[in-house]
């Protein structure tokens, strides 16, 4: 399963860090990823990050999310500084795991993270 953490209310221009670890029979991750949804739109990705390194940023982050990976704790990091009130929304970490029977998507329960003066 996926857990994330870090989420809350920071003001605009504020900063925060997410936490999404990972648990189970893991032999191992091949991607890790961070989506945003805002109410009453769709999941838009903010970062990926795959098992060679390879980095992958959505539109909206413009330089200001950091994503990173602690492969040996199955747990990803996105640092966000810079935020906006348009940043507002559920944050969902998914990754790529292979188990002993399949490898397949798993998806958190998500963060809320709200920004807002």
């Known amino acids: 399963q996926l857990v994330e953490s870090g989420g809350g209310l920071v003001q605009p221009g504020g900063s925060l860090r997410l936490t999404c670890a990972a648990s189970?029979?893991?032999?191992?991750?091949?991607?890790m990823a961070w989506y945003r949804q805002g109410p009453g739109e769709q999941r838009d990705l903010g970062a990926d990050e795959n098992v060679h390194g390879t980095t992958n940023y959505g539109d909206f982050v413009k330089g200001r999310f950091t994503i990173s990976r602690d492969v040996a704790e199955n747990t990803a990091y996105l640092q966000m500084h810079s935020l906006e009130p348009d940043d507002t929304g559920v944050y969902y970490c998914?990754?790529?795991?292979?188990?002993?029977?399949?490898?397949?998507?798993?998806w958190g329960q998500g963060t809320q993270v709200t920004v807002s003066s």
């Open positions: 189970g029979e893991i032999h191992g991750i091949y991607r």
């Open positions: 998914t990754a790529l795991i292979t188990t002993t029977t399949s490898t397949e998507d798993y």
